[in-house]
């Protein structure tokens, strides 16, 4: 009850600061077009394997898109409290510390689908000219919203460490190609290494939702990097504790 | 049960000390202020009693509910207004109070009349769709305010209410205090001591994170009034002043005061009509009183003042 309380707050602030609006726009413009990029490449190119190959090279795009903007969604949540004090309002409340970190993910998360919702308009339209399998379709949506989810959860995570929000987004930024990037080391490591590398990355689990394939694995991996970063940010706000906030 | 029972309250920060041993009581309907120059840990002791970060050691309890084990059940009975006065600024009025009334767990039935009731209360209801951002100070001290009382708390925290408002928003706030009513347990800090004694029933001093006293304001007064100190302010040659104000008895000194070249500070012994015999005295020489009054005690004088008395005291 409480955390929706939180959340339904924390949307009212992202849409009478305009920012859900401004990330939404770049969001969908970025993402049409690559959806519009990748048909033409298809359809010039390829011809024939549409069903598959465009989205999984359209979701490899997006990826992008969604990486750098979420951070500028995040950044907020935490830091701006602490900057402008209210933090103390939330913390002398009878709220508990997880009812607000739910709270502010929940928002968080719910703008994004809203976003993801928005792009399914390319692939409708795509449906007028083009017969398509929705089945791989839903396997990247499935793939993009838990990728997504996990980069909030890390942003609000850094969020909740600086009250300066650009500090927090870059180093989320930072923190996420940092994630994506960290199976690139097969010429260093050794094998053992960059097999635990690939674990470890967002990009493997990732490419196999795009692939079309949903593999428990790869929600539990995405499940887990959210949990491991909510958890980091409840360490954080409890910090106060023995550290003491201005 | 008192409202307010503080037990040995220590906070110690990682490089500065926040309060010492801090232990008092304050009575269900009391208006106790907290009164103590900056930096002399009032903010410190007030977030540890909302549960805001808990203390290092001691504890307290707030209508019984020790902080650090129902901290929950502590911030439910407390409403409170922290010093800088934080608000979500793009919020208008009533979506803030509504925001707070939902976190408090007022029931969606009674939300609407209870918001009504506190922005009248506050006299904030012409400006209850105005965004808090375009508000005034004074404005925004009674949002915050209207928040604190929103769930109708038993005890009250205000941290300097204040504090950065011009004169006639202060006599406002101060008198919003005082009509908060009598089944309310209210404690404000300050470091103002005439605005303490004008609101508050009693009065805890506290300096450099040491509790020095807690009295009814009068008595405080009283206590401290032991050397009158006169403000004399005369036309003519200084000498002559000088020497005019050093011959009337019961005159222990006399120095030029800081507020120009025509003051004079007279320190005069206790229990004599001292004021009459200087103004008599300067009548007699022909020299004009342009001002003659008892000094208030600075905030500073007093603790040097309680802080001398307590160690004396402690000597004994
Ligand atoms: N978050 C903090 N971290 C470190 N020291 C602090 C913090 N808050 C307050 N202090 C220190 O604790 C002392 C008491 O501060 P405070 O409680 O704010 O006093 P007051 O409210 O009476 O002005 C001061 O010396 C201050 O520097
Ligand atoms: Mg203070």
Redesign the interface.
Known sequence: MNTLTIAKREMGSYFTSLIAYVVTTVFLVMSGYFYYTNMVMFVMFVGSDVKLGLWQQTFYDIRFVTVSVLPLLTMRLFAEEKKMGTIELLFTSPLRDRQIIMGKYLACLAVFAMMLALTMLYPVLLKIVYQLEPAPLAACYLGLFLMGGACIACGIFLSSLTENQVVAAMSTIGVLLLLWFLDWNEGIAGSAVVQVLHQLSFSEHFLNFIRGIIDINDIVYYLSVIAFFLFLTGCSLESRKWRGIK | MNAIEVDHLTKY??NAR?VIDLSFEVNKGEIMGFLGPNGSGKTTTM?ML?????PTSGTARICGHDILKEP?EV??K?G?L?E?V??????PVR?YLS??A????IPARQRKARIDEVLDKCSLTHVAHRLIGKLSKGYRQRVGIA?ALLHDPEVLILDEPTIGLDPKQIIEIRSLIKGLGAARTVILSSHILSEVSAVCDRVIIIHEGKLVAVDTPHNLTRRLQQTPKILVRALGPAEAITKTLRSVPGVLSVKPGIDGPDAFIVDAEEGLPVINSLAQALCAQNLSIAEIRPVDMTLEEIFIQLVADDTEVRRQ
Do not use: H, I, K
């Open positions: 920060y990682s926040g977030r909302t549960c805001f970060f808990p929950l911030r439910r407390l409170y922290p800088s934080p608000l979500y600024l793009d919020m979506s925001f707070f939902e976190v408090r767990g928040q």
